[in-house]
């Protein structure tokens, strides 16, 4: 962005918040909420580099197919919130179809989207060729600037399956991953007419070798499943549409593929780059993780004013797969087994630091040598070395094979330091990549002891052995 910030998006799965922050993001006066770009751009949404303002232009507002079939959902009284464009104007969309950009974006935007694509098309048209993800850069920041904020952060559903995409084009991008229960967002999924949709496509290619949105063949329908041959295009049968069962499973099997997946690709950035946030957390305490929030974005956004309004747009929302039939329950279980398990591995949980006796406390001063000399010797005790602990430099690796998260000398090492000292280390997961000498687990000690001191309440010593650090949400 021109004032320095980096590019901004929020990821997720299908279903699982995004739009509510979204939203919640659009309240505020600095920030341009780009809902549903690339989602409403699907599969063209990324042509070769380098591209130029025409090409780049016909990308933008080529009608997608997907959208007549939704045209023809709303015509028939099935509502999908996510389309924007004012209902009474769609009509003039039926034959030559809806410009993807007036679908969800620019409505979000404007009270008059065409207006602004109108004005936006003349923009593009005249940029010279550059790279997709500068092109990208300067229509956002075009957006930003004509609805008069500062920053922006593009947000599409279940956008986590473009992280190559946006990993590639833009290389110093962060990113705000929001997720939620896996057997809840696949419920939601199959609710949801776009998903269903996605889902009945993702079937005939299956069997056909064609998207639902394709002409296809006598030979190629008798192939179908009976009850979606009446989907075949241009004969979309809205009341069949209805009418076909997708198994549960598979929604919750899309979920745990879209984690995985998407989970290895966030796990591969920089952990400053990369902000978690569970849903539920902010429906059960949305203040804490809506200031963390706007943090990541830019700690110079004012919070205040806009958690003042966007506080109560937060509705609780509970639960509603546990209500499901036996069975049904037992198969989403089953098919969201996998990206469960993922989220069991990301998600921060409260840290606390184990009861020491009083005469085993750290009596030393808080001075980097005398931090350094206790945790020699608390090396040399831990990982019972045969040599005297000032032996021992700074510098030297502690971890000479490699020993990661879960090797027991590791956490043995934080556990035993934290018990010694009186201090949480981490605040969520133990991550022993944070430290590789003497030198730098000082630092952390050293951190942590500040920072205990600094949230001490007056009259009130730093927290001790024994007190949780930390939140659900961190």
């Avoid at 922050?21 to 409403?40: G, I, M």
């Avoid at 049968?237 to 984690?259: C, E, H, N």
């Avoid at 059960?284 to 993780?289: G, H, I, N, Q, R």
């Amino acid at each position: 962005m021109s004032n320095g910030t980096p590019p901004l998006f929020i990821v997720g799965t299908g279903r699982c918040g995004s739009t509510m922050l979204s939203r919640l993001l659009a309240q505020h006066p600095e920030v341009a909420s780009l809902s549903e770009l690339y989602n409403s751009l699907g599969a063209g949404a990324f042509p070769q580099d380098p591209v130029d303002g025409p090409t780049l232009w016909e990308a933008l507002s080529r009608p997608r197919p997907q959208h007549r079939l939704w045209l023809q959902l709303v015509e028939h009284g099935i509502e999908i919130d996510e389309l924007r464009y004012p209902r009474t104007g769609l009509g003039r969309f039926r034959e030559g179809g809806i410009p993807p950009l007036l679908t969800m974006t620019l409505p979000e935007l404007s009270d008059d989207p065409d207006g602004l694509h109108e004005q936006l098309r003349l923009f593009v048209e005249a940029l010279p060729a550059d790279r997709l993800g500068a092109q990208y850069c300067r229509v956002f920041q075009w957006l930003t600037e004509r609805v008069g904020r500062r920053i922006w952060v593009e947000r599409s559903g279940a956008s986590i399956g473009t992280l190559p995409a946006l990993v590639n084009h833009f290389p110093d991008a962060r990113f705000v991953h929001i997720y939620r229960d896996g057997r809840e967002a696949a419920l939601s999924a199959s609710r949801f007419p776009p998903m269903r949709l996605m889902a009945i496509s993702r079937v005939f290619e299956t069997r056909i070798g064609k998207t639902l949105f394709d002409p296809v063949s006598p030979a190629d329908v008798r192939r179908l499943p009976p009850e979606m041959r009446p989907l075949v295009a241009p004969g979309f049968d809205v009341d069949a549409f209805q009418r076909v069962q997708i198994p549960l499973k598979y929604f919750g099997s899309l979920w745990s593929t879209q984690m995985v997946h998407g989970a290895a690709w966030l796990a591969g950035l920089p952990r400053e780059r990369v902000l978690h946030l569970r849903y539920e957390s902010i429906l059960a305490d949305p203040e804490p993780v809506l200031r963390r929030l706007l943090r990541f974005l830019d700690p110079g956004l004012p919070q205040e004013a806009w958690l003042a309004g966007a506080l109560p747009l937060v509705r609780a929302n509970p639960p509603k797969w546990p209500s499901l039939p036996p069975d049904e329950r037992d198969a989403l279980e089953a098919s969201c087994a996998r990206g469960m398990t993922v989220l069991e591995n990301m998600e921060p949980r409260p840290r606390v630091v184990e009861p020491r006796r009083e005469d085993e406390s750290y009596q030393g001063g808080h001075d980097p040598e005398s931090i350094r000399a206790e945790l020699k010797r608390i090396l040399v005790r831990v990982l019972e070395m045969d040599i005297p602990p000032e032996q021992i430099r700074h510098t030297d690796p502690l971890f000479m094979h490699g020993l990661g998260i879960d090797s027991v000398e590791a956490l043995e090492i934080v556990r035993e330091v934290e018990r010694r000292f009186g201090v949480a280390l981490f605040e969520e997961r133990i991550d022993t990549s944070a430290f590789g000498d003497v030198l730098s687990l000082g630092q952390l000690v050293a951190s942590a002891m500040a920072r205990e001191s600094r949230t001490a309440l007056p009259g009130e010593g730093p927290v001790t052995a024994g007190s949780p650090v930390g939140g659900p949400d961190g």
